[in-house]
T-cell receptor, first 113, second 116 residues
Framework: AQTVTQSQPEMSVQEAETVTLSCTYD???????LFWYKQPPSRQMILVIR??????QNATENRFSVNFQKAAKSFSLKISDSQLGDTAMYFC??????????FGQGTELSVKP | DTEVTQTPKHLVMGMTNKKSLKCEQH?????MYWYKQKAKKPPELMFV???????INESVPSRFSPECPNSSLLNLHLHALQPEDSALYLC???????????????FGPGTRLTVL
């Protein structure tokens, strides 16, 4: 069975600063896909960034980047220049070969002015 | 159009009522999903449709009945629900069901269901 662990239930960061959200996972599949999804208080779940496990290069999307350590099964999300609109629940997710999303428990991020 | 729409936004129903939730996408996706989400928890998968056929049922009670009338529409029929079924119900869609490079799931805004 696959599992995703987010060890930080809540975090806060000052506007314009950088924050890193941690995620570890476990899977026996050789190829898989990892995602960070964001769910703001308005509740719409939005994809932030994706990483294909067979790609060595860490994915980046504007102010969002990941540190993907395949051997350590670690997939952290770094948010640079944090903005008030980044306030949300962040879910680390693995997509298994059967097409199911396996979610972590989430990290609630608050960006403070 | 990269949007998944869900209606209604909010629904309050009694335990004897019958109601339906509706989900629609026009992205040409062939996989559609229903999730249940409690506050401050991750979504829990309920059902998966692939090419309009039920592919996965995560042992969901029969008081929840999914239906996929066509490739763009997904319904969830509700009957004789319990108060513990109160939650946010999310619909999602993706190109295909199986894992693939472009198979991210697009989520709708959800229906907030309250069962009295």
């Amino acid at each position: 069975a696959q599992t995703v662990t987010q060890s930080q239930p809540e975090m806060s960061v000052q506007e314009a600063e950088t924050v890193t959200l941690s995620c570890t996972y476990d899977t026996s599949e050789s190829n898989y896909y990892l995602f960070w999804y964001k769910q703001p208080p308005s509740r719409q779940m939005i994809l932030v960034i994706r990483q294909e496990a067979y790609k060595q290069q860490n994915a980046t999307e504007n102010r969002f980047s990941v540190n993907f350590q395949k051997a350590a099964k670690s997939f952290s999300l770094k948010i640079s220049d944090s903005q008030l609109g980044d306030t949300a629940m962040y879910f680390c997710v693995i997509l298994n070969q059967g097409g199911k999303l396996i979610f972590g428990q989430g990290t609630e991020l608050s960006v403070k002015p | 159009d990269t949007e998944v729409t869900q209606t209604p936004k909010h629904l309050v129903m009694g335990m004897t009522n019958k109601k339906s939730l509706k989900c629609e996408q026009h992205m040409g996706h062939r996989a559609m999903y229903w999730y249940k989400q409690k506050a401050k928890k991750p979504p829990e998968l309920m059902f998966v449709y692939s090419y309009e056929k039920l592919s996965i049922n995560e042992s969901v009670p029969s008081r929840f009945s999914p239906e996929c009338p066509n490739s763009s529409l997904l319904n969830l029929h509700l009957h004789a629900l319990q108060p513990e079924d109160s939650a946010l119900y999310l619909c999602a869609s993706s190109h295909e069901k199986l894992a693939g490079v472009d198979n991210e799931q697009f989520f709708g805004p959800g229906t907030r269901l309250t069962v009295l």
